[in-house]
C-alpha cells in the first residue's frame, strides 16, 4: 500500500513539474522582421496625353537608401499644364537578380507602409489614384499618383517611405504622417516645369 501511494505521489509531482516546464506557444519567440534592403529608388512621371514626354528621378545607394551616401539623378523637365501619371520602382540590387521590394515586400505589407510627398518651389498638385493601394488606417499608400504641374516653376521634390506611423492623413493627397520610422528620405534637387 506505501508502495502504491509513492508510486501515485511520484506521478502527480511529475506530472505537476511537467505543466509548469512544458513548452508553449507564449515561449516562441516572436520573429523580427528585418527592414529591406533598399538600393535603387526610381520615380517615372509620364505625361498621360503624350507618352514620349517622361521624366525619370533615380536615387542609388549600394549600402542602402536609408543608412547609404545616396547619389540622385534628374533626367528630364515637366511641361507646363500638363499631367503625368507616376510609377515608383524600389529595388535591393544588392542581390542576383534584384529583388523588387516594392511588390515583393512593400504593397504586401501596405497596412506597415506610407509614401508620404512634398514639394518646395514647385507648382504641382497631387492626386493619390483610385486604383492605389489601400494603406494604414483606411488611406492610400501612394504607389499610385497622378501629378499635374502648374505653370513654370523649379525647385526639389522629396520622397519619404515611413515604415508603421502611428497615423497617417491623406487629406492633403502629398501625405502626412506621425510616427513610425523612416525606410528612407529622398530629396531631388533642380526639378523643373517649363
Given amino acids: 500500500m506505501k508502495t502504491t501511494k509513492f508510486f501515485i505521489s511520484a506521478l502527480f509531482c ?12 507564449d515561449d516562441d519567440p516572436t520573429p523580427v ?29 549600394p549600402d542602402g537608401l536609408e543608412d547609404g551616401t545616396t547619389t540622385e539623378l534628374v533626367t528630364g523637365s515637366f511641361s507646363a499644364g500638363a ?19 516594392l511588390n ?3 504593397i504586401p505589407e501596405a497596412d ?9 518651389g ?13 494603406g494604414p488606417d483606411g488611406s492610400k499608400l501612394g504607389v499610385f499618383t497622378t501629378w499635374d504641374a502648374g505653370a513654370a516653376s523649379s525647385g526639389n521634390l522629396q520622397i519619404r517611405l515611413i515604415h508603421e506611423p502611428s497615423s497617417v492623413d491623406d487629406s ?8 513610425g520610422s523612416e525606410d528612407f528620405n529622398i530629396t531631388f534637387n533642380n526639378v523643373a516645369i517649363n
Fill in 33 to 61: 522582421l528585418e527592414e529591406e534592403l533598399i538600393t535603387n529608388l526610381t520615380l517615372t512621371f509620364t505625361n498621360t496625353a503624350n507618352a514620349s514626354d517622361v521624366v525619370v528621378m533615380t536615387s542609388l545607394a
Fill in 122 to 134: 514647385l507648382n504641382f498638385t497631387l492626386t493619390r489614384d483610385a486604383s492605389d493601394v489601400d
Fill in 112 to 120: 506597415e507602409h506610407f509614401f508620404a510627398y512634398a514639394v518646395n
Fill in 172 to 179: 492633403n493627397e502629398f501625405g502626412s504622417t506621425t510616427g
Fill in 104 to 106: 515583393d515586400d512593400i
Fill in 14 to 25: 511529475l506530472a505537476l513539474v511537467t505543466s509548469f516546464t512544458s513548452c508553449s506557444d
Fill in 83 to 101: 499631367t503625368y501619371e507616376l510609377r515608383l520602382g524600389l529595388l535591393n540590387a544588392s542581390e542576383d537578380p534584384a529583388d523588387d521590394v
